[in-house]
Nanobody, 118 residues
Framework: VQLQAFGGGLVQAGGSLRLSCVASGRTFYDAAWFRQPPEREREPVATISWSGGRTFVRDSVKGRFFISRDNAKNTVYLRMDSLKPGDTAVYYC??????????????WGQGTQVTVSS
């Protein structure tokens, strides 16, 4: 499986972006978005199960970020609303190539920069 992330960019505070992560190759299972803010460690943002029936969103973005997936298109999305300067980071998508529990995100995309100006 190879992943390619799209949709990052520069946006003003309060704006919205939608990130897409397209997988090519074969089926993947659980998926996630992580981010790495400047000079900080990478952190999980949101996760979603294969069926889409189970999701997790970190507290700091709850109610503003929404993860979803379209298995027919092998794509995972992250809709980000009401963006804040603190959301500035490189965003990475990651997927599990096997149905493990807990999920092991063993395949990573290249990252897409999101910059939120105040």
């Amino acid at each position: 499986v190879q992943l390619q992330a799209f949709g990052g960019g520069l946006v003003q505070a309060g704006g919205s972006l939608r990130l897409s992560c397209v997988a090519s190759g074969r089926t993947f299972y659980d998926a996630a978005w992580f981010r790495q803010p400047p000079e900080r460690e990478r952190e999980p943002v949101a996760t979603i199960s294969w069926s889409g029936g189970r999701t997790f969103v970190r507290d700091s973005v709850k109610g503003r970020f929404f993860i979803s997936r379209d298995n027919a298109k092998n794509t995972v999305y992250l809709r980000m609303d009401s963006l804040k300067p603190g959301d500035t980071a490189v965003y990475y998508c990651a997927v599990s190539s096997r149905p493990t529990a807990p999920p092991q995100y063993d395949i990573w995309g290249q990252g897409t920069q999101v910059t939120v100006s105040s």
